[in-house]
């Protein structure tokens, strides 16, 4: 029913539901109005409504970048990150974008242009993802995409590339100096996300579990045990429903948003805390400038310095497990990769642009994707979802999975199914003859 629903429906609901997929991130919307010197620069007419894609040239940082021919924002033809070793690199940040300023998703030249790191240790794995032979799976699918960003990993020159880009997907309308000093705190991942498996067959298999309502009396708890990791993100509730969810949880993926606000909204089906399970991997997306203030916090090991989170001690909401060595934080690099590649949705031509990203969930099952070789989906959105609540801890009362308008549910539930029948990775689905188990391959 939600699907039909105009735009003025879904933003009417946006604006007047609490959920944990939801988020809206104004905090700086207004402030800076640099914008108009800037469109000047676009190429494409300024505020042109109609459909034509704008590509858009970066001259506008000539003023303040000292740019050099080898700068990758100036020489957009290169084609990997990695050229630009020999950029000279930039001294002060660039002029501070506006959402405002664009009507819908500015397409820059340097668009689909990610960094990449050579993961070193050669995959065994004969059966693994990796391996795909769907032609347009390996075009898209970059098995090197910089997966996180690290204090290291970030400069000016990074800084400046990135700010061309929306929350959570860059650091566009941000100020340098009120997210710089956090992502200078971020500590280089010391080990892969996961570990290679010892032994067998080489193959690391990996379970995502979302928490869509398909999965109440489903009994896939201890096939998801069974995985070498399980992926699980959001209100991952497992106490009182391991025999349909598992009980392990070995990455955690959230934001600031969604750990703190899982406990209010899940407690009365027993949520308490995040997942903490010995040894547990955390990775946050940092959705918005709410994540980068909870950032400094939980890095320092001290309270929130400003934001919706002011004064709220972060290390309290990992139960013990938070370890630094053990924390990651995804770069923005990945999140516009899978968006761009994987997830362009047409929303993104519509104003309310800057609030159109994929779900957590689809964020996770695609971190699973690049770090694993053979994964299953559980509780992911499928054909029929509408048979099922909303959420697999709602067991009594159906309620409607609703369709916030800053994600695309379609689209992603279409994605799986592709990717599904490509065989690229396992959707837990049940069709009318029962349930079908995802089995292992
Ligand atoms: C900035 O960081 C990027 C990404 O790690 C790197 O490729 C680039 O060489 C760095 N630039 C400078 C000037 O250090
Ligand atoms: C999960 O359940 C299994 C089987 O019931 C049990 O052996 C194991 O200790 C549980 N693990 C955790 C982390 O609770
Ligand atoms: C953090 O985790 C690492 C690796 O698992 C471990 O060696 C270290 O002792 C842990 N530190 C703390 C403070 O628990
Ligand atoms: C936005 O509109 C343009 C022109 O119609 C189209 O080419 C492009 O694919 C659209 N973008 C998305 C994300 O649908
Ligand atoms: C959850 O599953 C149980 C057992 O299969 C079923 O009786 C119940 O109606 C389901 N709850 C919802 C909300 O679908």
């Given at each position: 029913m939600a699907v039909q629903a105009t735009r003025t429906f879904y933003l009417l609901i946006v604006l007047s539901v609490s959920s944990v997929f939801y988020f809206l991130s104004w905090e700086h919307s207004v402030e800076n109005a640099c914008w108009k010197t800037f469109s000047g620069k676009l190429s494409g007419k300024k505020g042109n409504s109609t459909p034509r894609p704008v590509v858009l040239t970066t001259t506008l940082q000539v003023k303040k970048v000292v740019s050099t021919k080898a700068n990758p924002l100036t020489t957009p033809k290169k084609h990997q990150m990695s050229t630009s070793t020999n950029a000279a690199a930039a001294e002060s940040p660039m002029p501070v974008l506006s959402k405002k300023s664009f009507k819908k998703l500015p397409k820059w030249d340097f668009e689909d242009v990610y960094n990449q790191d050579g993961r070193p240790g050669q995959r065994t794995?004969?059966?693994?993802?990796?391996?795909?032979?769907?032609e347009s799976f390996k075009k898209a699918f970059l098995p090197n995409i910089r997966l996180f960003l690290h204090k290291d990993n970030i400069n000016m020159s990074e800084w400046n590339r990135l700010s061309h880009f929306n929350n959570p997907f860059g650091f566009m309308e941000y100020k340098y100096d009120d997210v710089m000093p956090s992502l200078k705190l971020i500590p280089k991942p010391t080990e892969p996300l996961l570990l290679p498996k010892p032994g067998g067959d080489g193959c690391v298999r990996c379970a995502v579990v979302g928490t869509a309502g398909i999965l109440n009396g489903s009994n896939a708890g201890a096939d998801i045990d069974s995985h070498d990791y399980v992926f699980r993100m959001n209100g991952a509730v497992t106490k009182g429903f391991e025999e349909d969810v598992g009980n392990r949880t070995s990455v955690y993926v959230h934001t600031a948003h969604s750990i703190t606000t899982s406990i209010y909204l899940f407690r009365r089906y027993?949520?308490?805390?995040?997942p903490h399970s010995e040894g547990i991997k955390y990775v946050l997306i940092p959705e918005g400038m709410r994540d980068f203030q909870w950032l400094e916090g939980l890095l320092k090991g001290e309270s929130v310095r400003a934001g919706p989170y002011h004064k709220k001690m972060p290390r309290t909401y990992y139960s013990g497990q938070y370890n630094e060595s053990r924390f990651y934080v995804l770069h923005q690099d990945f999140l516009r990769y899978v968006r761009n590649r994987f997830l362009m949705s047409p929303n993104l031509n519509a104003s309310f642009w800057p609030i159109v990203r994929p779900t957590n969930g689809a964020f996770t099952l695609f971190l699973a994707l690049h770090t694993c070789d053979i994964v299953s989906a559980y509780g992911f959105m499928t054909?029929?979802?509408?048979?099922?609540?909303?959420?697999?801890?709602?067991?009594e009362i159906k309620t409607k999975v609703i369709f916030y308008s800053n994600h695309d549910y379609n689209l992603e539930k279409k994605l799986w199914k592709s990717l599904h029948d490509r065989k690229i990775f396992k959707l837990y689905q049940k069709s009318e003859s029962g349930p079908e188990k995802p089995k292992q391959r």
């Open positions: 794995c004969p059966q693994s993802l990796r391996n795909s032979k769907d027993g949520y308490m805390a995040a054909e029929d979802y509408s048979k099922y609540s909303n959420y697999y801890f709602e067991k």
